[in-house]
């Protein structure tokens, strides 16, 4: 497979799953990822109670769901993996994910890494997290499917560094690579390109230092180089679309479909 496009279904927090679906098939975009948050969401307590009935579901939007976003609590600090009190509970839930997944001929999902707790330091934050994901992988991979995590602001793996330091403790986990989250920090993009060659998956929007999330035209990450950086490394996966209208961040400023078209006629050149 070579590179191909897919949407994010939380771009559109006032959309409903089939709406999004259509606006990506509107858009030309074959492939829609799926996840727990805004009026797209998919229940957690329905997933958790019945994950194979509500994957097969997912079926009827006619579409290809190349990923599934979740996290075990609503917030990022909730459930989080880098708490060891979590690690038990979430690894029964991560069982009903995977189920639920695989009913839904999803191959991949991303979850985030972890905080730093109350009472922690970074280093423990880091080793908690890694403990937690050597539990998780194996069962994703059993079930052919790819376990990746985020690295984002506000969690422990801030830095391409970190985030390099949690891949190797944790053989199998691969990345679900945003840029824009190491650019607002104020890395440059040679600092993250050797997250690339563990990418599983890629999220592309525009960003700067000091802003997750910025207009097209005004933003300071190179996508062109960062799609040869992706080819350099053989990546064959999807390049999600992923502009958002959110308080996270401050990204709610945004007209979410103009920058995503945008971004689409981009990679279009490009792959």
Not at 60 to 82: H, K, T, V
Not at 83 to 97: G, L
Not at 265 to 270: A, C, G, P, S
Request: proline content about 5%.
């Amino acid at each position: 497979m070579s590179m191909k496009l897919a949407l994010a279904s939380w771009s559109f927090p006032f959309c409903t799953l089939p709406e999004v679906a259509a606006i990506a098939k509107a858009l030309g975009v074959s492939a829609l990822d799926v996840g727990v948050d805004y009026r797209a969401a998919i229940d957690r307590t329905t997933l958790l109670s019945a994950p194979e009935r509500s994957g097969r579901a997912l079926r009827d939007l006619d579409i290809e769901m190349p990923c599934f976003y979740y996290r075990f609590g609503q917030e990022l600090d909730e459930r989080n993996l880098a708490a060891p009190e979590n690690m038990t509970a979430n690894a029964e839930d991560f069982k009903k994910v995977v189920a639920f997944c695989a009913a839904a001929g999803i191959g991949r999902i991303f979850l985030l890494p972890g905080i730093v707790n109350p009472g922690q330091t970074m280093a423990d934050a880091l080793e908690v997290s890694a403990q937690a994901l050597n539990r998780l992988v194996p069962l994703a991979h059993d079930a052919g499917i790819t376990l990746t995590v985020e690295a984002h602001v506000r969690s422990f793996a801030e830095s391409p560094q970190v985030t390099l330091e949690l891949l190797r403790r944790v053989p199998g986990l691969k990345l679900a690579l945003d840029y824009s989250h190491f650019v607002c920090l104020g890395y440059r993009q040679e600092d993250i390109d050797p997250l690339a060659q563990h990418a599983a998956h890629v999220h592309l929007r525009q960003a700067k230092p000091g802003e997750l999330q910025a207009k097209f035209q005004y933003g300071t990450i190179n996508f062109p180089a960062l799609i040869g950086t992706l080819r350099d490394v053989q990546y064959e996966g999807y390049l999600v679309l992923e502009n958002v209208h959110q308080d996270y961040m401050n990204s709610r400023y945004d007209d979410v479909l103009s920058e995503v078209i945008q971004m689409r006629d981009l990679v279009r050149r490009y792959i």
